[in-house]
């Protein structure tokens, strides 16, 4: 079960970080400072609360005895639907955020950063007063604080850095060319973490399904400019000829 928790702390919340990484030396457009610091909040918003969300939903919600008993706490208790519906909303918050600038934004790394924080205080005091050294009671801690702190350091340099590049059209158009990226990774992750958990392969499993979903992200996206690109020949070759 330590396993599991370590491979989930590496999926959802250092993995956006290679991703991002990645990302960098393979698009050297993204290396000014207002575009790293979008790029990596979008990883951490899309694959570290969006992913991570829904696969702590899922767990709490089809599988809520085996989280239980992660957790060090009794089985068969309401709360697990409860978690399971926050898990599910902040997921869902988390996936739409990352393709945000605005006040959304802001509000989800706010949820986010309650829920963990508060999360972590619980487990905390569960640890010092009855002694619970579950997996989930203190491994789980390591994304609840990551994730926040993340978050709320790279809100605070987005707003250090809302200089002209960030008001310029450009940066807008490049921020929507990430987004099928991001979220082919958020969806890989989800898609690797659970077909690693049923071959028990969480690890291999998690980096392979990052690494297909960006890959396909990419191909998708060299298909639709290439079919954009055909498109607009034509149009312009019968322009011709109408004018011919």
Known sequence: MDEMFWARTYAYSLLPLLLFALHLVAEPAARTSARRVELLTMYVLGVGVGAGGLGGAYGHLVMPDVVAESIGWETGSPFQL?????????????????NRRDGFRHATILAVTVIGVGATAVHLIDLSANGNHAAGNTIQNIGNLLDPLLLVTLLWLASRLRGEERRDARFDTWQLHQQPIVAGAAIGVGIGF???????????????????????????????????????????????????
Do not use: C, K, P
């Not at 409860?82 to 990352?98: D, H, I, P, W, Y």
């Not at 690109?229 to 004018?243: I, K, L, P, T």
């Open 82 to 98: 409860e978690m399971g519906f926050a898990n599910l909303a902040l997921g869902l918050l988390g996936l739409v955020a990352a």
């Open 194 to 244: 659970a077909t690693g958990y049923a071959f028990d392969a969480l690890w291999i499993g998690s980096t392979l399904g990052a690494v297909l979903g960006v890959v396909g992200a990419r191909a998708a996206q060299r298909r639709h400019t290439s079919h954009m690109v055909q498109d607009g020949g034509s149009r312009e070759s019968e322009h011709e000829r109408s004018h011919g």
